[in-house]
T-cell receptor, first 112, second 115 residues
Framework: QQQVKQSPQSLIVQKGGISIINCAYENTAFDYFPWYQQFPGKGPALLIAIRPDVSEKKEGRFTISFNKSAKQFSLHIMDSQPGDSATYFCAASRAAGNKLTFGGGTRVLVKP | ETGVTQSPTHLIKTRGQQVTLRCSSQSGHNTVSWYQQALGQGPQFIFQYYREEENGRGNFPPRFSGLQFPNYSSELNVNALELDDSALYLC??????????????FGQGTRLTVV
């Protein structure tokens, strides 16, 4: 059973545009929601994370929006750059870094 | 670089064989989690080790087993390999209490191919 659903599976955006990736979860016990970036041949790297007591968190060009009642959260990548081309995963767990449940991933391609 | 190192980087095994994958956790971290990432999919949690004891397990059969050593490095062992075990195996380390952890840092993974 997939407990974290991620969409879209792939995304093409022009340089300078906004990339938006959405995730929905089922388990209301989840209280930690990180986003990871993965390049080919590498392990996932933490981008930004949020807890359900805040509705939005911004770090540089990356913003997480969180809707607890809808059990949804999203990643916005502002001013997308070709170097942002990677696969992005949302995840959830009951405690930070602990037994993460991942979404299926979104492959983002930023065109110059 | 995260400070989490995995070996080997690539491995080819025959169906029915056994394999051992190794992970050296980041300095100061006491918790190691293992994940299986099939091609084109998100990582799936296999199990976690905290202070040398298994501390939670995902939906994987008993032929997936592990160890954590006093220096907090870890091994993942898979017996009776099947073709579907072909995947990228990821190790992640964190500092925790067994319940709450700091963020997880991933190694670069071991690519296992079963033929």
């Amino acid at each position: 059973q997939q407990q974290v659903k991620q969409s879209p599976q792939s995304l093409i955006v022009q340089k300078g545009g906004i990339s938006i990736i959405n995730c929905a979860y089922e388990n209301t016990a989840f209280d930690y929601f990180p986003w990871y970036q993965q390049f080919p041949g590498k392990g996932p790297a933490l981008l930004i994370a949020i807890r359900p007591d805040v509705s939005e968190k911004k770090e540089g060009r990356f913003t997480i929006s969180f809707n607890k009642s809808a059990k949804q959260f999203s990643l916005h990548i502002m001013d997308s750059q070709p170097g942002d081309s990677a696969t992005y995963f949302c995840a959830a767990s009951r405690a930070a870094g602990n037994k993460l449940t991942f979404g299926g991933g979104t492959r983002v391609l930023v065109k110059p | 670089e995260t400070g989490v190192t995995q070996s080997p980087t690539h491995l080819i095994k025959t169906r029915g064989q056994q394999v051992t994958l190794r992970c050296s956790s980041q300095s100061g971290h006491n918790t190691v989690s293992w994940y299986q990432q099939a091609l084109g999919q998100g990582p799936q949690f296999i199990f976690q080790y905290y202070r040398e004891e298994e501390n939670g397990r995902g939906n994987f059969p008993p032929r997936f087993s592990g160890l954590q050593f006093p220096n907090y490095s870890s091994e993942l062992n898979v017996n009776a390999l099947e073709l579907d075990d072909s995947a990228l195996y990821l190790c992640a380390s964190s500092l925790g209490t067994g319940v709450v952890n700091t963020e997880a840092f991933f190694g670069q993974g071991t690519r296992l191919t079963v033929v």
